[in-house]
């Protein structure tokens, strides 16, 4: 699939999750799965964190106690049945849009990220993201070196002075690797805002997806749901 | 966009990876530290008050319109392409600081110190609406009746009148604002001192 898939995923679910309550939200849910486990099995691990579970379900562990007014008595406590509802509807909610996001945008590579900012036009900010990105390791790695060679100078000592020189070193350290950067880059005649962006076609799956996307569409439209 | 030119962006990228690196160092160490659910204050004052220095450090260096919403949109798209780091809520986070820090500089037009303080000052401060807003956005309205109940049991609990409770929400707003502040007085010295040192005023009117 292509980047534009995802995107369209992202969006349609996105909205989807806003309109639609109740049961629904199920279906909705099921449908994320499908696509999950067609085009997106990386973003399928999001289901394999505890984190994730316990934010969702602590809708569900909170809904009885704290919505509406307490009708059922289990043990010393006393629950309501209306809260749980809410609540299942609200972890229903955060579950679908939480994964949206993690199957559709959260998805995309580095690569494919460079190449919808081309092709909307925005070369320079997909210049910037993968800079920034193959720079990470090498950005940390200097900080971590100033940062040790100031404590074994001392830095201790004088916190404040040191934070400074800290401070000052790694922007002025940055900058200088940035100048490296840009005589690459001229040397290669790179030019953000000139050239042809390259083509980036939609393929088979997409109007696959366009097509489920479009038939659910027309589901919840029908039922009166949208 | 055509008044950028490759230093411009190189620097962009720079600093929005500078911000990432502090996003997913010290922020993964400071979400083991105190999870979310636990902690709402201390890691997103952190967090946003190293953010807001960083992204206004790099205002200095590329004084284009917009470059401080460029840099954070680098850093939330670092953020989400980091490995466990597909996550809506500090992307949104890091966006809306971005948008925030960025409108009060088109509102001041050239780069001041007060621009810098107040722009920081209210991307700190959005960390405080940034929780309310996600829960809402995420779990839809049942979620404010959540709230209301929690900030009234909490209040009978601890023998407090509900005013107490909104006052202690008034200082964690306004702890949250001074971070920011500071973080934009630290922004404008650092990226004077650094400017100095290096013997340059406006990197992004060079050739390249």
Known sequence: MSPWGYLLFTAWAALATTMTAGWWLMGLALVELAFGLMWSRRGLRLLHRPRFWAFVLSAVALGPFLIGEPDVAVGPLRLSRAGFTAGLEMAGRAFTLTLAFGLGIASLSLSDVVAVFDRLGLRGLGFATGLAMNLLGTLREMATVTLQTIWLRGGVRRPWTALRLFLVTTVANTLRYGDEVINAAAVRAFDPNGGQPAPLPLRRADLWLLALLAGYTGVLLAVGMW | ?208
């Open chain 2, 1 to 208: 966009m055509s008044s950028y030119n490759v230093r411009s962006w190189v620097t962009i990228g720079l600093f929005g990876a500078l911000w990432a690196v502090v996003e997913v160092t010290l922020g993964s160490y400071l979400h083991l530290i105190f999870p979310s659910q636990a902690n709402t204050f201390l890691t997103g004052v952190v967090m946003g008050g190293i953010g807001v220095g960083v992204a206004l450090t790099g205002r200095h260096f590329v004084p284009n319109r917009g470059s401080v919403l460029l840099i954070g949109v680098v850093t939330a798209l670092l953020k989400l392409l980091s490995p466990g780091g597909a996550q809506l809520g500090p992307f949104v986070a890091i966006v809306m600081e971005s948008v925030l820090m960025e409108a009060v500089l088109w509102i001041a037009r050239t780069p001041r110190r007060w621009a810098f303080v107040v722009g920081g000052a209210l991307a700190v401060g959005w960390n405080f609406f940034h929780k309310f807003v996600m829960m809402r956005l995420l779990f839809g309205k049942g979620i404010v009746e959540v709230y209301t109940k929690m900030v009234r049991d909490g209040s009978q609990m601890l023998g407090l009148d509900v005013s107490a409770a909104i006052l202690i929400i008034a200082v964690l707003l306004l702890a949250r604002l001074v971070v920011g502040g500071i973080g934009g007085w630290v922004a404008w010295e650092l990226g004077g001192a650094v400017a100095r040192r290096l013997g340059r005023r406006t990197p992004a009117a060079s050739p390249h």
